[in-house]
């Protein structure tokens, strides 16, 4: 078996072989997913909003310049879909319960889970624009400059907005006593 | 409420681009505000709590409700008129294309003889046709053979493919590929993990192939067409990393040998 860079796995698809793509959404479904649910916290919009990225992905594989790397392309309808999401209703909920990965037990998870939780309850609290680049920075581990393309904005501004964000997120964990020693 | 340029260092601190002086003159204020060292304390360890942050598994039909919804005709190549007519266009094609495919089809037979017949300790000589994995795909809707991994390369005066197939503990790597330039073509694997038992051109030409320890390497000019052959060592397969040089690295792919449910991904 052959693996193929996301370019050649792109050409395919163009060449009209599907199972191409296939192995594209088997290769970013989960981090997609994983991201716009950190950014709705929001089980059932995060999967829509993953299907909807991928078809507009294939909708759009033309317009693709390999000169990009397809991840950076393919993030970059996700934050954007994830704003048209967000614009069409107010996210200021809560993060579902049934959050929580299908694959551990509610036992399992008990302690992290807590956690993992308050921390994306206070992530929430900000701004959709200062979540954003908290996620994209730590949870995707992304360079600002990879950010600033993303969401088109100048690196400095990326820089900026973390730096606000790092202290609102600071804030907040602070006020709930989500502290060092949680 | 912390001075914006004391709060500005904090920053500048947790990103790793402040300098030693202006990190003495942070120690020795947040040395005296309780407040300000609490928020530092916290936003320091902002990455490492985001990073707990549970990784959620993606519904197990998203794949499928993906792939339902979009059109798999979208970006189709024209289908050929039907099965016989695509091996006729074969024989109406200019005379070098001819050569192409009958050397392919003579590889494909040349594959299967090889192996079955070859006996490597009794191993080979049980060789059962229902073992071959899946990566040669005959009758697609086209109607045309092709192999499902084959893998197509169109980098700088430099166009190709490279496809693999396994059958049993036999791995044969087909490679085809077009160079104005002189290049370099290098198979990688670890050593011992693979056996390389011989290899065969379309057009007979020196290339100064190399064995080498965990791979072999050669020179390429012009078109030519190879088949190279291995012999698993690794029952469970290995990966084997081809790579095209020129001075530089100009293109590389991983080639997994394993077979059956044994196979990656």
């Known amino acids: 078996m052959i693996e193929c860079e996301d370019k050649t796995l792109v050409r395919q698809c163009l060449g009209g072989d599907t199972s191409a793509f296939a192995i594209l959404i088997d290769r970013y479904q989960r981090p997609l997913f994983n991201t716009a649910l950190r950014m709705t916290g929001d089980y059932e919009e995060a999967r829509d909003i993953t299907q909807s990225v991928f078809m507009k992905v294939y909708q759009k594989l033309e317009t693709y310049k390999p000169e990009h790397k397809f991840f950076s392309w393919i993030y970059r309808m996700l934050v954007n879909e994830s704003i048209n999401f967000l614009n069409q209703r107010d996210r200021a909920q809560v993060l579902d319960p049934g959050l929580i990965s299908e694959s551990k037990t509610p036992a399992d998870h008990h302690q992290a889970a807590r956690l993992s939780d308050r921390i994306q309850d206070a992530l929430l609290e900000l701004q959709f624009d200062y979540r954003m680049v908290v996620l994209l920075r730590y949870f995707n581990d992304m360079s600002y400059k990879e950010i600033g393309y993303l969401i088109s904005v100048p690196e400095k501004t990326v820089k900026s907005r973390l730096y606000t964000a790092r202290r609102l997120l600071a804030e907040i964990l602070l006020e709930r006593g989500i502290v060092s020693h949680d | ?183 370099e073509l290098a198979f990688e694997y670890e050593p011992g993990a693979l056996n390389f038992h011989g290899y065969r051109q379309r057009v007979a030409q020196s290339n100064s192939l190399e064995i080498i320890p965990g791979g072999l390497q050669m020179k390429h000019q012009g078109e030519n067409e190879y088949m190279f052959v291995f012999e698993n060592g690794a029952p469970s397969g290995t990966t084997v990393v081809f790579k095209i040089h020129s001075g530089e690295l100009l293109y590389n792919c991983r080639i997994k040998t394993a077979t059956g449910d044994s196979k990656g991904r």
């Open chain 2, 1 to 183: 409420m912390i001075d914006q340029h004391y709060m500005d260092l904090i920053n500048r601190k947790i990103d790793g681009t402040i300098t030693d002086r202006e990190n003495a003159e942070l120690e020795e204020y947040l040395a005296g505000e309780g407040e300000a060292r609490r928020l530092y304390d916290e936003m320091e360890r902002l990455p490492d709590l985001i990073r707990q942050l549970d990784i959620a598994d993606p519904p197990r039909d998203l794949k499928q409700r993906i792939l339902e919804s979009v059109d798999p005709k979208r970006y189709k190549s024209p289908p050929s008129r039907n099965r016989l007519s695509g091996i006729r266009g074969i024989f109406h094609r200019p005379a070098a294309l001819r050569y192409v495919y009958s050397f392919a089809a003579g590889l494909l037979i040349g594959i299967a003889v090889y192996a079955v017949s070859v006996d490597n300790g009794g191993r080979r000589g049980n060789l059962d046709p229902r073992d071959v994995s899946g990566t040669i795909v005959i009758g697609g809707e086209t109607g045309d053979f092709r192999t499902a991994d084959r893998n197509r390369f169109e980098l700088e005066g430099i166009a190709g493919s490279i496809e693999s197939a396994v059958a049993g503990d036999v791995v044969l790597i087909r490679l085809s590929v077009m160079s104005a330039k002189q290049i």
